[in-house]
């Protein structure tokens, strides 16, 4: 049950509400956003929730059956949009591309890439500067110091970062310099980074776990959601198959319940998806079918020279072909729905 | 090594051929199919081909690294086009839609999806008339009476039949009554199966194990090759992972892969990639744009009421929707390839 | 439901139960094996059992709300034990070991493999001579031939002889020279087979596919009673995961559950379940801790030299440690039980 | 390669040494840890390593080809024993018990189950403080003061605590109340903890991800090794696979295979590897015989009532049995090492 409340509730109302709450053996938890106030209940009893509804200081109320509440579609039908500022909008209507390295790696490189997405249109910029890897001797990223370099080339450009943070004590740093913050899949499940991004005012994409479930996602984004923060995108990047030929196997079932799951944008990532250059472009656009709000994908001015994931890293020109391919598709898709 | 043999080659040179090949210690296995003969050669040892590819009585002669020979597209760069006779083609170039029940239930049932498939230009039907069935006590399907029914209907109003063959001993039977011999997804390595219709001048759609690889998806298919029939068409139907929010996974990424790896048509068939009607359309979609050259797809006029597979077959209005998205989007999807 | 029927049971006592039956809307199967006749009832309605219990003609009644029934331990709650003839016998109190090679290669690898059993005290010689490969290029088994030369030498021996069946048609041409058929992971869900190995009195081996859940092995099983037989042993082998480092993933927690869920004795294949020589041994004993009646096991006089499956095959003094081990922790576990 | 550096090695000595390791392409990384000091060298050249063994000031160096370096069995041959004071010993030759609670509830229950533990002769004691829940509503653990209440009871009683840490800013606080830290397996690639923990001189128990493979494993733990802690323990505690009637598949293989590939002490995890309290047994002992160190379970009082996992968990009685047989499966083990 999801009880949004009036911001003009009186602190009367609210111990009544709670006292009511108590009658039928419901478990609050507060929560408050940037956007609104809301009460969510678990319990198990049979009531009428007009009881509750009907009280002064109440918006409005919704059961919701789900384990997750607050980023169910249950509760909240209409899609939600994410505004990263100077027009630039994620969500249904508005489908974002996000493009860059794996790694960030040089000023050289970052200026390179910035000049090929304002060229290409694309105002979101991908791109790590710290690298969660599996071995402890491999390049593990520039650190706050690239992301400052990074920052400053990029929002003169007009262009917004989106990169990963790996640990609470990094958010606070890294805010100044971040537009959107990333939750790697290796972090999907890492709830005190989750509780900690909830309370921060800004964006983050939260990527499915290498063999994260739908309720596990959803589940995810409730802890972010649930501490303040509603600007929440849920990311496929392929799963763990006993499938080798691939680094991962893209689900496109996913993308298609999630959207019918929840009112979050979903975003798709087809490099890790495949992991395999050739074959990026067919798995982005079957994607955006899917019904993907907006793909992320690993570019570079060399991939056969970065740092990492150059096997799964698209050149500007195979890039900019398929930026064009996903807009003319995206419009198609656009034309089924009207 | 595939060697391909002139029609006219004599006998002496075959045995000139096979003492070279025996000399060079490469196992040959001969393979006479509807289009060719071939020697298939396993060897180890390194040679210059030029000394075989020159003899008398060869077309040509190329090295194939993979496991599987006669299907690679190593050996045969062009796509394979299986031709159903009336005009109705299989492969690249002409998008394929194959729609039907899950079972065959009765004749008006039959006459009602024929019905509906010529009112949307579909010509091939699928449906089952042997049902593999986890249950020994659930419909096994009518047999090889509803098949001879079906095929009555179905011939007269110019709509080929697909069907599932489950062993051996059905396929003399059925073979009048059929168009495109389908094997399932349980039947992936019946590899007994597999040379049968091998030796059979049928057309066979041969769907992925519930858990194969893309290796041995191919395998089985050299099976089929190795046998006498080149007429195969792999069938991408979801994998079985982790996930129990949807009946398989599709693998979209296994329709990119196949496309490239091997010159045979790939079909997708979204109603068991993710088992739920109302994702039926995006999977589709989602497919297609991956590569696929056809789908294969459930349909029924009262799906609620159908006797298997009820939950992801589509209704005649939501077919037809979506056939017509399917066309757009393949209209699209060629514009990006010329 | 299962109802089991007296052998004395009149035609009019059974019309009267059929009728019975009707009215309370259950669809009845009739199943005859070596060892009973019985009702199998699918309904959905609820009723007093003890109404149909009381009919005249009826031994006993129970309900099984598993999808599968007759090999349901809800059912049948004391073990099946298989009698093999001269004291041999498989199920609980009579831990079987099950030896031999991959394929049947010749007659000198027969007779030393008879000779290594004999020594061990070991009276089961697994072996295949139809083999199921991965590719139609490779060794295929020395077929009926192998498997008569096999017989010959394995009853002179006392040795009782399990071997892999692949389709119909070999069963009857096999049927004499067979103590035990085996069918093979890939023919999991060959239903045709499991019908066909139901009509004959000798007891079958039905190893779990390749990604078979416990509910599909129960139910391949549940095909091979309700065609007549009730001699049937179930065989973990490992499944396939996401883990590359291991041929299968032994899964010891289906061998615990089996023996919970079924009367059936479950024998476990550690050869396959994890596919590497040195691992064997400590799989194989983790499989008895976990609750196996049996273990088979792939034994050659030379691994290196073996047709197929060398890596995992154990070499013969090898294998003499194990069977002794294996034979100690049999009795501590039997030591638990008590 | 690692090089193991002598105590005594001089400054001179080392900028030798570093000048060598550039002359041959090897990018160097410094460890010190509790135990000793290596350069753990990384390149792809071939060389004499010789040539580097035979300087000053070096003690050994190996070559290791795998990934990992330092917890490689390539390297360092014989097992590693952590020892906990006391007397209590993890490692080859000591099979180690860990039992207690998934969550520590109240003073009560921790008395109760100390009581339990002295009765048993167990010596360590799990449970959780902090808990790793899907569900942001779910109860996750009395936190720091639960830890001191149960230090201080614990340490009265001579028992160690095994308790897990879910980030890094915890580890300080928590430093002084436990004797070894648990990575949950929701955090085995949560970086930056492993790195943590590698600064900290308490032992660490390193459970396997979700769907993590050997590498991924070994990987992590040469996180924690090469930031300083050798005292590093594996845990198998069930893996995600295609199979919903357990909670995870316990993989036996993986404990077979670790005992192989690292010097380190390998834990099973009975409990979460199969996650219903019927089979906890059966597998605790299976991974026994498959070669685990110890075995850590879930016990409780009053399992039905416990706040968490309670599915899983054995009472008193249950318990006791298990360790009996646990005993007794272990002194046979030894008997077949001998």
Redesign the interface.
């Known amino acids: 049950m999801i009880i949004q409340l009036e911001p003009t509730i009186s602190a009367g109302q609210k111990a009544d509400l709670f006292q009511q709450l108590k009658a039928i053996e419901v ?1 609050p ?1 507060e929560v408050s956003t940037q956007f609104g106030h809301y009460i ?1 209940g ?1 319990g198990k009893k049979e009531f009428d929730i007009r009881l509750i509804g009907s009280l002064p200081g109440i918006r409005d109320i919704h059961r919701v059956s789900d ?3 607050l980023v169910s579609r249950k509760w909240k039908v209409e899609d939600t949009t994410i505004d990263l500022g100077g027009g630039i909008r994620i969500g249904t209507g508005h489908f974002a591309l996000m493009a860059g390295p794996c790694s960030i790696e040089s000023e050289d490189q970052i200026a390179k890439t910035i000049e090929h997405l304002k060229q290409s249109g694309i105002r979101i910029m991908r791109g790590g500067v710290y690298k ?6 491999s390049f593990r990223g520039l650190g706050i110091d690239g992301l400052k370099l990074w920052y400053e080339l990029a929002s003169k450009a007009g262009i917004r970062i989106i990169t990963e943070v ?4 990094q958010i606070e740093d890294m805010l100044e310099y971040v537009d959107v913050f990333q939750v790697g899949a ?2 999907a ?5 989750l ?1 900690a991004l909830g309370k921060v005012d800004k964006p983050v994409l939260l990527k499915r ?3 994260g ?4 996602l959803l ?1 995810a984004a ?2 972010i959601f ?2 303040g923060n509603e600007r929440i995108m849920l990311c496929e990047r ?9 680094r991962n ?9 999630l959207k ?1 799951k929840t009112h979050l944008p979903v975003i798709a990532d087809p490099s890790h ?2 992991g ?1 250059r ?2 990026v472009d ?2 982005a ?7 993907a709000d907006g793909v992320i994908m690993e570019v570079h001015h060399t991939p056969e020279k970065a740092f990492s994931d150059g096997q799964q890293t698209l050149s500007f020109p195979e890039a900019e072909r398929l930026y064009q ?1 996903l807009e ?2 995206y419009q ?2 656009s ?2 729905e009207s």
Chains 1, 2, 3, 4 share one sequence.
Request: aromatic share 10%.
């Open positions: 478990k938890a969510v678990v384990d997750y509440k969660p890897r599996s071995s402890p001797y790996m640990m609470v004590e290796r972090n499940q890492n709830f005190n980074l509780d776990g290498i063999s479930t739908m309720e596990e589940q409730e802890y649930s501490n392929g799963i763990r198959t006993y499938e080798s030929a691939y196997t893209m689900d496109v079932n996913a993308i298609a319940m019918a998806g495949i395999i050739r074959f067919k798995i656009l079957a994607s955006l079918m899917a019904g391919q003319m598709a198609l898709r034309s089924f």
